[in-house]
């Protein structure tokens, strides 16, 4: 399978970090907390991440996964738990569980007055390479984000696109075996946001191991191999995409909006067979079950004889999206 | 560490009008002063006096004459000119003072009789009027102990030869000549008494600025005008902490394997290097301008250079502290006014009230500019130098340090 679209690695490199990590948790979380004051950013937080696939911390914003991100990469001091990359624990190994870790900020983190090269130089040698190896790793990065022939143009005058493909270069330009992804297609336009997603698959097809957060369902279900999903500071759920469809049990979820009394719908609701009722109150009530389309009437019929007035109506298919809103009440957006 | 370096020069590199201002500002407004005070000849301060002498008389030539002798010649440049010229170069504000003789003058001064000597002074300015006025004052208290002294004889001076002679007898000046020399010798043990041996106690700032002997006084604005620039290039370093926090590299540097403290000496020392230049570059020409000992030149870029460095050492810990970047500046622009101001950098030291002066000279750059000040004259000893270096490299390391700890401990994850 890695074969397949490497350009840039040898097959014989990558089987040796193949077999080397096969089998070994490169990004491995165990009980993580994180608090600041009053408020628990990250609650209890565990999970591994393995090389060569990758895993996707799904959630809205606010919901933990920056903090999750920042501790692992050594930029907070976890409260609670730990954390390990490659073996090594990031509070007391702290140099060396970052040598081989790279990191993509949600924020770009670039030098405009700079070059790209001259930005992929920098971060290499920070990095702790030089000479030669450096050389040939800007060149080859400069490649695969398609900036070769601007690369010595300072980057102040790149478009936003341009941007986040260096920012994304930059956290690659020393080879890492872990990559952690903060939401690097925040803000970024649809073209551009394909283009990144590649990028993403390929390092993971090069055996690397990548943790991507985004709160961009439909992002998670193309990339992810592997995926939780977090909202206040903690998994809700975990799996693999088929695992976690399965466990909205291929209901529909209908969404209505409108006026309800939130203490008559549950019974009113009851007689009906196979319905859940996941949410409701006085402006808008969820339900999941299966075929919805052919239950509508009479799941209307019963709301109208408890006085439910229903303005609109949605229905969707299961997906992640769906199962958010099972798990949490709330859409993932919100 | 080095990489750090190697950035932000380019950085600066390609960022040359904020280089251009922290030297601009400080070398536009020094020049200013130094071109305001004479620039390099350093003349002092001399007042032009108009004498409108219609007496014509040996007294009123005598005292015209003695307006411009020796080190009174320094204070005032002395002008006859006839009253209307006199009064139309006063009217135009081109002159300190006017001052009329009257007709008679030296008749009365010799008779001891009353005359009056009229002096206008130009009210746009202050102290060279006075100092003509009071020169004029002790010549006039000056004729009255002369009559004292010598009136007899003065007077048969001012009434003539007699009647029947055109010219005094020579035995008549030989006898006045010799009743004269009687009197030096009578007072000449009070004008130069032995018994009293007056000792004259120099204050140190005052004693400096004689052993400058022919250096211009205005090579002392040299030291400020290049400690200011080092205050606003301090400044500016010290923000550059804060934008690489707002740009969000300083979190990726967090992440990497590099510690923040290499991360910072490489700030540290671009900045240093960049400080180096410039003590170049400014005393070089200041040394050139002002056609100064050359032998000094290294020892002061160094302390320069070091002073910089400590300067920077203390802005970047007040950027740290604060909690934005905008508070940042304010803080650093608040400090760093009344340091130029207080520290010399404006006004030299001796041109301060004391209280100032004594206040000014206890501001990290005011002590920096006095040591600079004193290597440039050639005026130290190499022992208080090189402890001088020791707490100029005591105080960065400790700044640094902090710095370092609060880099970590907060500001980076900001």
Not at chain 1, 36 to 45: F, L, N, R
Not at chain 1, 69 to 92: N, Y
Not at chain 1, 306 to 326: C, W, Y
Not at chain 2, 338 to 353: D, N, R, T, V
Request: with cysteine; hydrophobic share 45%; net charge negative.
């Amino acid at each position: 399978m890695c074969s397949l679209s490497i350009n840039h690695a040898s097959v014989a490199e990558l089987s040796i970090i193949h077999t080397y990590y096969r089998g070994i948790s490169l990004i491995k979380v165990e009980g993580l907390r994180k608090q600041y004051g009053d408020i628990m950013a990250v609650d209890d937080v565990s999970f591994t991440a393995e090389p060569g696939a990758i895993f996707g911390l799904l959630g809205p914003n606010g919901a933990g996964k920056t903090t999750t991100i920042s501790c692992i990469s050594g930029l907070l001091k976890p409260g609670a738990g730990r954390v390990s990359v490659l073996g090594h624990d990031v509070v007391t190994d702290g140099p060396a569980s970052r040598a081989k870790l790279g990191v993509v900020p949600q924020e770009l983190a670039l030098y405009e007055d700079l070059s790209a090269r001259e930005n992929l130089d920098y971060w290499g040698a920070a990095y702790g390479m030089g000479g030669a190896a450096l050389k040939r790793r800007v060149g080859e990065v400069l490649e695969i984000v398609g900036l070769s022939d601007r690369a010595k143009e300072p980057v102040k005058k790149y478009s936003g696109g341009m941007k986040r493909r260096l920012n994304f270069a930059c956290g690659i330009v020393h080879e890492p075996q872990a990559l952690l992804l903060d939401e690097p297609t925040v803000g970024v336009d649809p073209q551009s946001r394909v283009k990144l997603l590649d990028l993403v698959r390929e390092q993971a097809q090069r055996g690397i191991c990548v943790l991507y957060t985004t709160h961009y369902m439909e992002e998670a279900e193309s990339l992810c191999d592997q995926l939780a999903i977090i909202d206040h500071g903690q998994i809700i759920a975990m799996g693999t995409l088929a695992e976690l469809r399965a466990m909205l049990q291929e209901r529909d979820l209908l969404r209505l909006a409108g006026a309800f009394d939130p203490a008559a719908v549950p019974t009113a609701l009851a007689p009906l067979a196979d319905i859940e009722l996941v949410q409701v109150d006085a402006e808008s009530l969820t339900l999941a079950t299966t075929q919805a389309s052919q239950k509508l009437s009479r799941i209307f019929t019963v709301l109208s004889a408890v006085g439910a007035d229903i303005r609109e109506t949605v229905l969707s298919q299961p997906n992640l999206e769906s199962l958010f809103i099972k798990l949490t009440g709330r859409e993932l957006r919100e | 560490m080095w990489q750090t370096v190697l950035k932000d020069w380019r950085r600066q590199r390609r960022n040359p009008a904020e280089f251009l201002i922290w030297l601009g500002i400080p070398l536009l407004i020094g020049g200013l002063i130094i071109l305001a005070s004479g620039g390099k000849s350093g003349p002092s301060p001399q007042a032009h006096l108009l004498v409108v002498d219609e007496d014509n008389s040996f007294v009123s030539g005598f005292l015209v004459g003695a307006m411009s002798q020796e080190e009174l010649g320094g204070l005032i440049r002395a002008e006859v000119v006839d009253q209307e010229t006199g009064r139309r170069t006063m009217a135009d504000g081109k002159a300190s003072a006017l001052l009329i003789i009257p007709d008679g003058f030296g008749d009365a001064v010799l008779k001891e009789e009353s005359t009056t000597l009229q002096l206008l002074t130009n009210p746009s300015q202050i102290i060279l009027p006075g100092i003509v006025e009071e020169t004029i004052s002790v010549m006039v208290d000056g004729s009255f102990y002369l009559q004292r002294l010598l009136g007899d004889e003065l007077r048969i001076l001012a009434n003539g030869p007699p009647q029947q002679m055109s010219t005094f007898a020579d035995a008549f000046i030989a006898n006045m000549g010799v009743k004269i020399n009687h009197i030096i010798g009578r007072l000449v043990d009070y004008f130069d008494p032995l018994v009293i041996q007056l000792e004259k106690v120099v204050p140190e700032a005052e004693q400096q600025q004689e052993e400058e002997g022919d250096i211009p006084w205005s090579v002392a604005f040299v030291p400020g005008i290049l400690l200011m620039s080092l205050l606003f290039m301090s400044q500016g370093l010290g923000n550059d902490l804060w934008q690489e926090r707002d740009q969000h590299t300083l979190r990726r540097i967090v992440v990497s394997p590099q510690s923040v403290v290499a991360f910072l000496s490489g700030k540290v020392v671009a900045g240093t290097c960049l400080m180096c230049c410039v003590s170049i570059v400014g005393l070089t020409l200041g040394y050139a301008y002002f056609a100064l000992n050359p032998i000094t030149l290294p020892l002061a870029i160094a302390w320069t250079t070091c002073s910089g460095a400590m300067l920077m050492a203390l802005m970047m810990l007040i950027q740290l502290l604060t909690t934005s970047q905008r508070a940042g500046n304010i803080m650093t622009l608040i400090l760093i006014f009344p340091l130029i101001m207080l520290g010399g950098s404006f006004f030299p030291f001796e041109a301060m009230p004391n209280w100032m002066a004594a206040v000014g000279r206890f501001t990290p750059n005011g002590w920096a500019l006095l040591q600079l000040s004193q290597i440039i004259r050639q005026d130290f000893e190499l022992s208080r130098v090189a402890v001088g270096f020791l707490g100029l490299g005591l105080v960065s390391m400790v700044l640094f340090v902090i710095s370092a700890w609060r880099l970590r401990r907060g500001f980076a994850q900001g």
